[in-house]
């Protein structure tokens, strides 16, 4: 999702299509909320249609856009292969923030390591998103916890 909406930013800023900084953020936060509908309801979505979703142009638009969709579709495919380096980024970013929930607790404290490691990818609004995750892996790491405490000891012990 995040490598979606930076796709379409840059798209954006190529085209010189928005005036502001809180324009951007403005449409960005409304094309990452209508994505985020879009994945939570269908299971199986594929490039085209995310950048359907991102790019926001109707079925009216279809030929005078299709060359910015195309662009978009191939951007989009290049950063979701492991390598990549706005992969590398995106996941480096999701990984501290949910480090930072993890460590910092679902807190103001935690919130706030989250969304600065969100902030530096333009994704802010999947803040919420990030902690509940996190919340999951702490109970994960908490059952694994009591479940293999022992082995754990013995595999400190012996190093």
């Not at 926001?56 to 979701?80: N, T």
């Given at each position: 999702?995040?490598?979606?909406?930076?796709?379409?930013?840059?798209?954006?800023?190529?085209?010189?299509?928005?005036?502001?900084?809180?324009?951007?953020?403005?449409?960005?936060?409304?094309?990452?909320n209508k994505?985020?509908?879009?994945?939570?309801?269908?299971?199986?979505?594929?490039?085209?249609?995310?950048?359907?979703?991102?790019?926001?142009?109707?079925?009216?638009?279809?030929?005078?856009?299709?060359?910015?969709?195309?662009?978009?579709?191939?951007?989009?495919?290049?950063?979701?292969?492991?390598?990549?380096?706005?992969?590398?980024?995106?996941?480096?970013?999701?990984?501290?923030?949910?480090?930072?929930?993890?460590?910092?607790?679902?807190?103001?404290?935690?919130?706030?390591?989250?969304?600065?490691?969100?902030?530096?990818?333009?994704?802010?609004?999947?803040?919420?998103?990030?902690?509940?995750?996190?919340?999951?892996l702490v109970?994960?790491?908490?059952?694994?916890i009591g479940?293999?405490?022992?082995?754990?000891?013995?595999?400190?012990?012996?190093?």
């Amino acid at each position: 999702m995040i490598c979606s909406i930076l796709v379409y930013q840059q798209t954006l800023l190529t085209e010189r299509a928005v005036n502001s900084n809180a324009d951007m953020e403005s449409i960005l936060l409304e094309r990452g909320n209508k994505l985020s509908e879009v994945l939570d309801r269908v299971a199986d979505v594929g490039i085209e249609e995310i950048v359907e979703v991102v790019s926001g142009f109707s079925q009216d638009d279809e030929e005078k856009h299709k060359p910015r969709k195309l662009v978009m579709a191939r951007m989009l495919a290049k950063s979701l292969q492991a390598g990549d380096p706005v992969f590398e980024i995106v996941s480096r970013a999701v990984y501290l923030a949910l480090r930072g929930i993890v460590l910092g607790g679902s807190g103001p404290r935690g919130r706030k390591l989250s969304q600065t490691a969100l902030r530096s990818i333009g994704a802010v609004m999947l803040a919420e998103r990030v902690v509940a995750a996190a919340e999951v892996l702490v109970v994960a790491a908490t059952v694994s916890i009591g479940v293999h405490r022992p082995w754990y000891i013995t595999l400190t012990d012996n190093m």
